[in-house]
């Protein structure tokens, strides 16, 4: 008997992320309509061009579903993605144009492809298939071959290796936002895969008291100076404007100062979905890092704590997906998923109230952006995937006992 995976959909996951995705196409329009009308252009383009990423990310999502999760575990497939990841970022340093003096975006034709939302996925996927392959094996200054596909190199296997290498490659951008995410993301992993936890336990005090030392530093010589070396002059701008916002208005302190001022506008219940004063060229890239902002000021409190419990809901039901996953690979990727959302919304609503330095990380399915758009969705796909191949098999085993036992 034949149980086809159409039939055991997990809609708890799926229509929070439809409705998300929805609500996002309405959070775009509202954010961005009235700048492109006082630009002579049409109110439709950015929410058009995110409306074509979701259909093109729904198809995704079909395709995905349908595949075998072992295609997905093949480590000639994982490597190859990776190799043409790193040749993506690198093209994106070498000759992408700088966007508010970080690199990160390749232009071809009408499209622009952002390497680093891709690398997320992909350093969740990497982390799961060598978690899961020796769990038990990998000790941290274990250097051994974990594959039998010799033709791939051997630092490839080497997880500490290959994550610094990849954040490496983000903090030279500078893209200290998604570096952030990804460190984080490989601690939570790393946090569940039962590998050597004393490290784990090392390796965070360890980050806490280089972040500690670096803020220290950073307050006791000045931003200024910082400012003054082209690598860190737009990194030394987002730390002026954590220190104090206000002190800067017209220059580093302005986003986030007018994020404030949004946020209080927004009062219990909001102004209105589309009345928000800040988005109106006072609140500079209101539609992509500082959206939720503009979605406090307009929806209010009430409704933006609506929109993060949906949010909420969504990374619970996934990470749940991975806690009930019987498979070790099934289990980490879920779990990496759900992370990687949590770490996101974190790191975004931290910028914006100014609780850390403002990294420029997009909010999840309500910024506009369409390769974040389609790596949310690539990992959806994933955990649904996962799921009813999980939910199959156990149903196989139930099937399975009870033939044993009555026939």
């Not at 609500?23 to 009235?34: C, F, K, P, Q, W």
């Not at 995905?64 to 575990?73: G, H, P, Q, S, T």
């Not at 994982?78 to 700088?98: D, K, N, S, W």
């Not at 409190?301 to 690979?329: C, D, E, H, T, Y």
Request: hydrophobic share 55%.
């Amino acid at each position: 008997m034949k149980i086809s995976k159409r039939h055991l959909l997990n809609y708890s996951i799926l229509v929070p992320y439809l409705l998300l995705s929805i609500l996002g196409l309405i959070v775009v329009y509202s954010t961005t309509s009235a700048i492109l009308i006082e630009e002579g252009k049409s109110a439709l383009q950015l929410v058009r061009s995110q409306g074509m990423f979701w259909i093109f990310s729904l198809i995704l999502i079909a395709l995905i579903y349908k595949l075998k999760l072992n295609f997905l575990r093949k480590e000639r497939l994982l490597f190859i993605v990776m190799f043409v990841e790193l040749i993506l970022l690198a093209l994106a340093r070498l000759i992408g144009t700088p966007v508010n003096g970080a690199y990160g975006w390749i232009s071809v034709g009408p499209l622009t492809i952002q390497p680093a939302e891709y690398l997320k996925i992909i350093i969740v996927w990497y982390l799961a298939q060598r978690f899961s392959k020796q769990q038990d094996e990998i000790g941290i200054y274990d250097f051994q071959v974990l594959t039998q596909n010799q033709w791939i190199p051997r630092a490839f296997n080497d997880w500490r290796f290959v994550l610094l290498v990849m954040i490496g490659s983000l903090a030279i951008f500078p893209d200290l936002g998604n570096a952030t995410i990804l460190a984080l993301v490989a601690l939570i992993m790393y946090t569940v895969s039962g590998i050597a936890h004393r490290w784990f336990i090392a390796f965070i005090g360890v980050l806490f008291g280089v972040s500690a030392l670096s803020l220290s530093a950073i307050s006791m010589i000045g931003v200024d100076k910082f400012s003054k070396v082209p690598v860190f002059g737009y990194v030394a701008k987002r730390f002026s404007a954590y220190f104090n916002p206000f002190a800067d208005l017209a220059g580093a302190g302005h986003q986030l100062a007018n994020s404030y001022f949004a946020m209080v506008n927004g009062g219990w219940f909001g102004l209105g979905l589309g009345n928000s004063i800040e988005k109106r060229g006072y609140l500079p890239e209101a539609h992509t890092d500082f959206v939720f902002s503009i979605v406090i000021e307009e929806f209010g409190f009430v409704g933006a704590s609506l929109i993060l419990a949906l949010v909420f809901f969504l990374i619970l039901r996934i990470i749940l997906v991975g806690i009930r996953a019987k498979n070790p690979f099934n289990s980490m990727m879920a779990i990496g998923v759900g992370g990687m959302m949590l770490v996101q919304v974190f790191v975004n609503i931290g910028g914006i109230s100014g609780i850390i330095p403002s990294t420029g990380v997009t909010f999840p399915f309500l910024s506009q952006g369409g390769n974040s758009l389609l790596v949310l969705s690539v990992a959806i796909a994933f955990v649904l995937n996962i799921d009813a191949s999980e939910k199959r098999a156990q149903l196989y085993e139930e099937l399975e006992a009870y033939s044993s036992n009555y026939m």
